[in-house]
């Protein structure tokens, strides 16, 4: 089956505009996470949906940052007003069941490049 | 707030030798459970190992293996006959919102 598909694969941006980052799950994975690895780094929680449950939104890290995960599957990222320190690479992950006992399964990321 | 440390920014290795990379964490929960995960240069992250902390017994997949101190709240990672496919950052996570810097595996022939 499909893994993870998450698109673009890179993206350029001025700095100022607005940008939308797409998630495809894997087909019945309930729980979908996103991250930002900045160059070297860690990855960074962000934002996490379980079901349909109202998502853990603790790791944005300012408010021109939001997710939405539309019928349980697909979810858009979306940076507005991007700025430099917003370059990295966003990564994706679906589980099966959520939480603690179920491995992630990456996509390959988003690199974003703000000029 | 739940804390991981890897003290090893940065590794390397013999090929066919064994590395253990180090992994400590602090958290409040009594269940629950621990993955390594790696990320070579393609940028694709893969599990590489699950260790359920209830159990006692460390986990093993193939090459991998873990040496888990609940007590010590430490999970190691150690790679047995290392190949050079095994280049990479290597990742700890004691929960999916809380993942170590990483630290980079350097397998040399």
């Known amino acids: 089956g499909a893994g993870v598909s998450q698109s673009p694969s890179n993206k350029v941006t001025e700095k100022g505009k607005d940008v939308e980052l797409r998630c495809d799950p894997i087909?019945?994975?309930?729980?979908l996470y996103w991250y930002r690895q900045s160059l070297g780094q860690g990855l960074e929680f962000l934002i996490y949906?379980?079901?349909?449950?109202?998502?853990?939104k603790s790791g944005l890290p300012s408010d021109r940052f939001s997710a939405e995960r539309t019928g349980g599957s697909v979810s858009t990222l979306t940076i507005q007003r991007t700025q430099q320190e917003d370059s990295a690479v966003y990564l994706c992950?679906?589980?099966?069941?959520?939480?603690?006992?179920?491995?992630?399964?990456f996509g390959n990321g988003t690199r974003l490049t703000v000029t | 707030a739940q804390t991981v440390t890897q003290s090893q920014p940065e590794m390397s290795v013999q090929e066919a030798e064994t590395v253990t990379l180090s992994c400590t964490y602090d958290?409040?929960?009594?269940?629950?459970?621990l993955f390594w995960y790696k990320q070579p240069p393609s940028r694709q992250m893969i599990l590489v190992i699950r260790q359920e902390a209830y159990k006692q017994q460390n986990a093993t997949e193939n090459r991998f293996s873990v040496n888990f101190q609940k007590a010590a709240k430490s999970f190691s990672l150690k790679i047995s006959d290392s190949q050079l496919g095994d280049t990479a950052m290597y990742f700890c996570?004691?929960?999916?919102?809380?993942f170590g810097k990483g630290t980079r595996l350097s397998v040399i022939a």
């Open positions: 087909s019945g994975h309930t729980a």
């Open positions: 958290t409040s929960e009594n269940n629950y459970y």
């Open positions: 949906f379980q079901g349909n449950s109202a998502p853990d």
């Open positions: 992950a679906s589980s099966l069941q959520g939480f603690r006992d179920s491995p992630l399964h």
């Open positions: 996570a004691p929960t999916p919102l809380v």
